[in-house]
């Protein structure tokens, strides 16, 4: 009877050794620097490398949002002193930085992180009517303008091969006005009708959506065309049948994220492929719950980085498949951490969103 005891519980211990080892080879979940994600903490970049990047601002200021670029990071910045925000600019390896311009509106980055435009740059009328493209790593301004408007403020787009394009600021989700500004002569040039223009691609194309009848339409005029020129609605427009009022256009113009809406006061966000889209065809992905909350940057033409909170992010592409990876445990002190957006610099990690 023992030694049939015996024999029992060797018999167990064999069958949990594999069992043992095979959970304990079990890969954890992939974490941002797994995709090339760097991460924002308070005045510190983690690069996704784990080497870290010592951000040394004047005393009371701390940096909310970044971009890392080819030649470094554009820091935005509190000014508790004025209360006002500004841009910075920090090489690579860290350090004090320079202070590129206070910013009232917003900025936008070249996709190859060589071109910053600022729109906006005080509390004065002329100042929010003001734009810089500013070049990097020298600083210098390349261009500047005040844009002669009835807005309140404006927006920036996009940088392309052609001018920077602008738009009015948003005003309850309606189509504003919107202008191709041409930094090397100094014309803006308006578009004839409002719009809602949403994005550029790096070869220069503009994703904008167009009334189809009343703005207040479910249906929208989708298009994606070269900036050069006057702003154009097309020929022939093959409507969806969705009210798209914001959106992010990949980088090559392949994929789109698009806020539309699904009832009447309710709206989400969607993944789709802008030839179906410009062909009438409305076939979207929803993002996973947690997902959606903000795209950061393309990582790729056809893939985008998102975060939903502090915990996790994710990497999804045109199909909404997604792979979640875990933003570092970290305590950075003021904020938490925040995935730095990257222009020029793709990501050398392969995952199974492709």
């Not at 870290?52 to 080819?70: E, I």
């Not at 990097?136 to 408007?149: D, G, H, K, Q």
């Not at 807005?151 to 996009?158: F, K, Q, Y």
């Not at 900036?227 to 969806?240: I, L, M, N, W």
Request: with cysteine.
């Amino acid at each position: 009877m023992v030694g049939l005891r015996a024999l029992v519980v060797l018999f167990l211990v064999v069958l949990s050794v594999p069992a043992a080892a095979a959970h304990a080879a079990a890969p954890a979940r992939p974490t941002a620097g797994w995709y090339g994600v760097d991460i924002l903490g308070t005045n510190l970049i983690l690069r996704a490398d784990g080497s870290q990047v010592p951000l040394r601002p004047p005393a009371g200021q701390v940096a909310t949002m970044a971009a890392g670029v080819p030649s470094g990071w554009v820091l935005y910045m509190k000014e508790p002193e004025s209360a006002r925000a500004a841009l910075w600019f920090v090489p690579l390896a860290g350090g004090a930085g320079q202070r590129i311009s206070p910013v009232s509106g917003n900025w936008k980055l070249s996709h190859d992180g060589t071109r910053l435009v600022i729109a906006g740059v005080g509390d004065s009328p002329a100042e929010l009517r003001t734009v810089l493209l500013v070049d990097l790593p020298s600083l210098r301004v390349v261009a500047r303008t005040e844009v002669n408007t009835d807005s309140n403020g404006l927006n920036a787009v996009g940088i392309t091969p052609d001018g920077v394009v602008l738009r009015e600021s948003w005003l309850e989700n309606t189509p504003t006005g919107a202008a191709i500004w041409d930094p090397r002569t100094g014309d803006v040039r308006w578009a004839r009708e409002r719009l809602w223009a949403l994005g550029t691609t790096a070869d220069g194309r503009l994703l904008a959506r167009w009334s189809l009848g009343s703005w207040r339409s479910r249906r929208s005029c989708i298009s994606l065309a070269p900036v050069t020129g006057s702003f154009r609605r097309p020929r022939y427009c093959a409507g969806v049948p969705r009210s798209v009022i914001d959106g992010y256009i990949s980088p090559d113009g392949s994929v789109a994220h698009l806020m539309f809406n699904v009832t009447e006061f309710e709206y989400q966000w969607g993944m789709v492929r802008t030839a179906d889209v410009l062909r009438g065809r409305w076939r979207y992905a929803t993002l996973p719950e947690g997902a959606a909350a903000r795209l950061e940057y393309w990582d790729t033409d056809r893939t985008a980085i998102f975060t939903g909170d502090y915990r996790s992010g994710y990497r999804c592409n045109e199909f909404a498949r997604c792979d979640r990876f875990d933003l570092p445990n970290l305590v950075l002190g003021q904020i938490g951490p925040q995935v730095v957006a990257r222009y020029g610099r793709r990501a050398d990690r392969s995952s199974s969103t492709h």
